[in-house]
């Protein structure tokens, strides 16, 4: 997957986003980092001011992490009332993405359905209606449970997550334009001269192949699986973490997950917020996208530590 550049694309700055329930930690041009309850810190936005949401919740695993997470008999619960003070925050065009990762339960070869049972609750009970699944293949991703996968070697290597995006209303704002991708070799190939390599008919799996197949259009449209490794061990957020003898998020995920839907779902200027932001990575893509961005994590320490990747931060007195 190719994204586009991520140079700025709105030179302007944007006054930061002000709420009071949480701790404002620094500013950048165009965004702010809180750390609170991001139940508190959602209910004081507008309504119908956001343009999307972008975030990874803490996954229900087996074992308990620094940064907290829920257990699996009590995810959905504890994350649906963050999705319902989103829902009410969001434009009527606008998205929610969610990160939900799988697990397994415990003491058993067999998989939580939590992630699942949180886009059933989302759709059912909260009105989002579910634009489209994607999936995150991280190929460098560690062969876990050891106790199924490396031990017992009765189940596969996990190498995919779920992203469920959410919208308000049948038809969010979105271009997949924004997103296109060179052609393959072999699709080059076939655009120089369509009539050598295929004939319009109807496939006899009841797929009609027109003679539009053929037309060049600019590149190839995006996928609903975005394979994007996250092996990152140097980056400047990480290094500048070590400079400065702070602690580091330990799940970061890789910059290109918020780009993709940022770009697809969002235009210069628009308002992209990340209520478990942890390292920021959203909210850093945000401002690399031109977007106006909020990022609000319950741990001061992470909130506080993410101004590593903003050279141009600005800590309040």
């Not at 986003?17 to 702010?32: F, N, V």
């Not at 197949?213 to 449209?221: H, K, S």
Request: charged fraction near 20%.
């Amino acid at each position: 997957m190719t994204l586009p550049s991520t140079g700025p694309e709105q030179s302007q700055s944007a006054d930061p986003i002000r709420l009071t329930s949480g701790r404002l930690h620094y500013t950048t041009p165009l965004g702010a980092q809180y750390s609170g309850d991001s139940r508190l810190l959602l209910g004081e936005l507008p309504a119908e001011s956001v343009d999307l949401f972008v975030t990874s919740p803490p996954f229900p695993l087996l074992r308990p992490k620094e940064y907290g997470n829920a257990d699996q008999n009590d995810y959905v619960e504890w994350l649906l009332p963050f999705a319902a003070a989103a829902h009410r925050a969001l434009r009527p065009t606008g998205s929610l993405v969610m990160e939900v990762g799988g697990a397994y339960q415990r003491g058993r070869p067999t998989r939580s359905l939590h992630q699942f049972r949180i886009l059933l609750a989302c759709t059912d009970r909260l009105g989002f209606h579910l634009a489209q699944e994607f999936y995150w293949h991280n190929p460098s991703r560690l062969p876990t449970p050891a106790e199924w996968v490396t031990k017992r070697k009765i189940r596969a290597k996990d190498t995919v997550n779920t992203i469920w995006w959410l919208s308000k209303t049948p038809h969010p704002k979105a271009d997949t334009t924004k997103l296109k991708t060179p052609y393959s070799k072999s699709m080059k190939k076939l655009l120089a001269a369509p009539a050598r390599h295929y004939r319009p008919m109807l496939r006899p799996s009841g797929h009609t192949v027109s003679e539009h197949f053929g037309q060049d259009t600019g590149g190839a449209l995006p996928a609903t699986l975005l394979s994007v490794p996250n092996s990152t061990s140097n980056d400047a957020y990480l290094r500048e973490c070590r400079l400065h003898g702070t602690r580091p998020h330990p799940a970061r995920y890789p910059a290109r997950i918020p780009e993709f839907f940022i770009t697809l779902c969002t235009n210069p200027g628009d308002l992209v917020v990340d209520f478990f932001s942890g390292s920021n990575t959203t909210g850093h893509s945000a401002e690399l996208l031109g977007r106006r961005w909020l990022g609000i994590d319950l741990d001061t320490d992470y909130a506080a530590a993410s101004a590593a990747r903003f050279p141009q931060a600005a800590v309040p007195a």
